[in-house]
């Protein structure tokens, strides 16, 4: 049985993702999907289901297929987008659209006291993803003896000015003012001034933990409405593309789309428990996992189809191909006898 050119390139992905047990609504402005307060946090990989569909017919749906159908169901079900985004999250975790679509978080610059009291100087921490690996980095202004001077370089660092931000451009993800809404019990993250005697001093520190860690799980949440936003435009950029004819505008253009969720997955390199240099890809979070699944799949020659039973989402090389299930072509097939019998007794 032939096997998918993208297969064994799916084992040096590092995908696993991390759910909580239980998600519940913050009622934030807007409102926030953010972890139950006795949830236990669970790790899975995506990627298992991927790989096992190794051949020409897929053993189970690919796992990004289920985006596809959250996008369906918020487009059946106008009104019902923060049940159905609670839902979703309930059986597969948060999407990870900070982690993937941010390549850079910056925070409020601190104003911190030498151990004199006779020196001041501006602190901004950030952090920045290459691949779907997040560092951090410090930059420090030199010491002045003015605090005002100081605050006056804090300004100077602090370039990119809390901003409304705008779904899918990725400079405004970036802005500082994200941490109202997608840490939604930290609120909007301030400038602080750090005085010689504070149990702070002489350390500096980020507003919120590094993506990916623990730390960052626990304070991280996802605006339900972006949830079901990002839902619908990876519904339509998957369709286009796997519709689309030749290098139609938006074909391409949802193409670039689709490429850009999957640069948080990129490759990178690290060290193995020996202490090798290996190259592997590192996914930044679900929303990435599943731009790169749905690439490759689509690279390799399988197409993303509605069923014609119940209106899911299914992949499959074949065009023919109806039904996401046995049992949906099997309850075609009933409705189609029954129509038949009932033709032929009228004409009877």
């Known amino acids: 049985m032939p096997r998918p050119r993208k297969l064994q390139k799916s084992f040096e992905v590092q995908g696993k993702w991390a759910r909580w047990t239980q998600y519940e609504l913050v009622f934030n402005t807007p409102p926030a999907i953010f972890k139950a307060h006795t949830a236990k946090l669970q790790v899975y990989d995506p990627w298992k289901a991927f790989r096992e569909n190794e051949g020409s017919r897929l053993k189970e749906p690919q ?70 690996n997040w560092r951090t980095e410090s930059v420090e202004c030199p010491w002045t003896r003015n605090r005002k001077d100081a605050v006056r370089d804090g300004h100077e660092l602090d370039t990119l000015l809390p901003a409304p931000r705008v779904f899918g ?31 702070d001093a002489g350390s500096v520190f980020p507003s919120v933990p590094r993506p990916g860690s623990r730390a960052f799980l626990d304070v991280y949440g996802e605006p339900a409405w972006e949830i079901t936003q990002w839902a619908l435009a990876f519904e339509r950029t998957v369709t286009e593309v796997s519709n689309g004819h ?55 020659g399988r197409r993303v189809h509605p069923c014609k039973n119940c209106g899911n989402y299914l992949v499959s090389k074949d065009p023919r191909a109806g039904y996401c299930s046995v049992k949906c072509r099997n309850t075609a097939q009933s409705r189609r006898y029954r129509t038949r019998k009932r033709t032929t007794s009228k004409g009877e």
């Open 63 to 132: 796992p990004y297929v289920r985006l596809l159908n959250l996008a369906k169901q918020v487009r059946q079900h106008p009104g019902r987008e923060l049940e159905l985004a609670l839902a979703w999250c309930n059986e597969n975790g948060l999407l990870g659209i900070l982690p993937a679509f941010a390549d850079r978080l910056l925070f409020p610059p601190l104003i911190e006291e030498s151990e004199s009291g006779l020196g001041y100087r501006a602190v901004q921490v950030r952090y920045l993803r290459s691949g779907g």
């Open 169 to 199: 451009i990725r400079e405004s993800y970036t802005k500082r003012n994200v941490s109202a809404q997608f840490f939604p019990l930290t609120g909007e993250i301030e400038a602080k001034f750090i005085p010689s005697g504070s149990p």
């Open 246 to 300: 030749g290098i139609r505008e938006g074909t391409q253009r949802s193409l670039g789309f689709l490429a850009d969720l999957a640069s948080a997955a990129s490759p990178t390199f690290s060290l193995t428990k020996k202490g090798r240099l290996q190259e592997v890809r590192v996914s930044a979070g679900l929303l990435a996992s599943f731009a790169l699944m749905a690439l490759w799949d689509l690279e390799d």
